[in-house]
């Protein structure tokens, strides 16, 4: 078992870990910016440090400072969460080259999943479907234009080592495709130092489907059901649930077959999730794997009953999986909102700033992952999520009903919220029936008025 691990991360994440540690009987070792010297995981955790100002490139990004850090507590493994340094394919190998075990996959994985070209090749040779589209990147305007033709538009332009939705434009024409497709290898550039990009064509109103993985050191991969996560703003993820209400038992076991066979063909460890857009008939089309913990996993942990952060802990502490597939069984219905720092009457505009008042909602079948209290600041410098509400049941309509509920008891003081927003969708008849795609919040700001969310 690891005897000491480091955490590198903050937020709920960061508190997350903290305590599936603690329940392992694992030392803790945070590290932090100047901004989060107040965060509940530096609190909670048995020792921690200082490790740069409060923008996050001179900090948490700070891989050098991290592993310097990890040396001198003498740690055996580094967490690093989501987001930062979680998918950075280095930092994992100079984890290596320091004998510190990188809590998720090798490097190789790392840096093939991370290109988005190159995974889509892994998935069709592995016999996972794709979306058609190009035979990897496409580095000039004249050959982009002739597979765009081919494929048929209207096409998506996605940038290889694109994430959150930037470098990714979407092309009904050719005359638009130039344009789109120059901006996005410009903004992929800008945003990645890494210009290439690869074109699919594009699906008008899909659902995003993703489905967990947990892979040990010995090949054993399992999955653990599907979460769908179709009610976007932005490309950014805002009301995820498990199972989805729209894919069928049959699709289900598919993806999931689909999922842990393209995980075992490059034996992958650790936590993943594969990522599926789904189109109006059911099929069902590969498009990422992400190679870390999602902000998620509550919702599959809640359906399952399976803690994927021990899980990690565990897998990384070189033992064989606890679950074997059919031990994984779905018993309940759980939806996650993202609580966030933002002004939905301001074009949903980052709200930074001290939290007078805070009370979080409570009772059976609710969950809140968060990491803030009453007069703790949101920083303006990092992701403006406060925390994550679940609310689960024996049924879909259970869950929503505590869902409303706990969104109202959330008390949040001295900032602005997007509780009033994710209320109102939840409230929606149109999602009550599970009629939704990666569309739905764009027909929503249409044709609901404005006062019932904000």
Do not use: W
């Amino acid at each position: 078992m690891l005897k000491k691990v480091l955490i590198a991360n903050r937020g709920e994440i960061a508190l997350r870990i903290v305590r599936a540690c603690n329940e392992l009987g694992i030392k803790t070792f945070a590290v932090y910016s100047e901004a989060d010297e107040q965060s509940l995981h530096v609190q909670l955790a048995d020792e921690a440090i200082c490790i740069g100002p409060a923008a996050g490139n001179l900090s948490y990004l700070k891989a050098d400072r991290i592993i310097a850090a990890a040396e001198i507590a003498d740690v055996d493994a580094i967490h690093p969460g989501y987001g930062f340094l979680a998918e950075n394919a280095d930092f994992a190998e100079q984890c290596a080259q320091c004998n510190i075990k990188f809590i998720g996959p090798g490097k190789e994985a790392i840096v093939n999943f991370g290109d988005k070209a190159k995974a889509r090749d892994m998935a069709i040779h592995a016999k996972v479907p794709v979306i058609p589209g190009s035979d990897g990147t496409v580095d000039n305007e004249k050959d982009a234009l002739k597979v765009a033709k081919k494929i048929g538009y209207p096409v998506i332009i996605k940038a290889v080592a694109g994430g959150g939705g930037k470098g990714m434009r979407t092309a009904n024409n050719a005359v638009a495709f130039v344009k789109e497709y120059n901006n996005a290898r410009n903004e992929a550039e800008k945003a990645f130092g890494n210009g290439a990009v690869y074109l699919e064509r594009f699906l008008e109103a899909p659902r995003h489907i993703e489905i967990q993985l947990l892979g040990d050191q010995f090949g054993n991969v399992i999955h653990l059901g599907e979460r769908d996560c179709s009610v976007q703003r932005r490309h950014q993820k805002v009301i995820e649930e498990a199972p989805s209400p729209f894919i069928s038992d049959d699709t289900r076991k598919k993806m999931g077959r689909d999922a842990v066979k393209l995980a075992k063909s490059v034996n992958y460890e650790g936590a993943g999730t594969v990522e599926f857009l789904v189109d109006g008939k059911g099929d069902y089309f590969f498009i990422e794997m992400n190679t870390r913990i999602q902000v998620e996993h509550g919702v599959t942990e809640e359906v399952t009953g399976v803690d994927l952060v021990k899980e990690q802990l565990l897998i990384a502490s070189g033992q064989k999986l606890s679950y074997q597939q059919k031990d994984i069984k779905i018993t309940k219905h759980c939806i996650e909102c993202r609580v966030c720092a933002e002004d939905p009457s301001r074009n949903f505009a980052p709200c930074p700033g001290e939290i007078t008042l805070y009370y979080s909602p409570g009772g059976h079948g609710v969950r809140i992952d968060s990491h803030c209290y009453s007069g703790y600041t949101i920083p303006p410098y990092y992701d403006s999520m406060i925390a994550k509400v679940m609310t689960y049941g024996s049924t879909r309509e259970l869950a929503l009903d505590r869902m409303d509920r706990a969104l109202g008891e959330y008390l949040i003081r001295g900032i602005k919220t997007n509780i009033p927003f994710s209320r109102a969708i939840i409230r929606d008849p149109h999602f009550r029936e599970g009629k939704y795609t990666t569309k739905f919040i764009e027909e929503f700001l249409e044709r609901v008025p404005k006062d019932i969310y904000t």
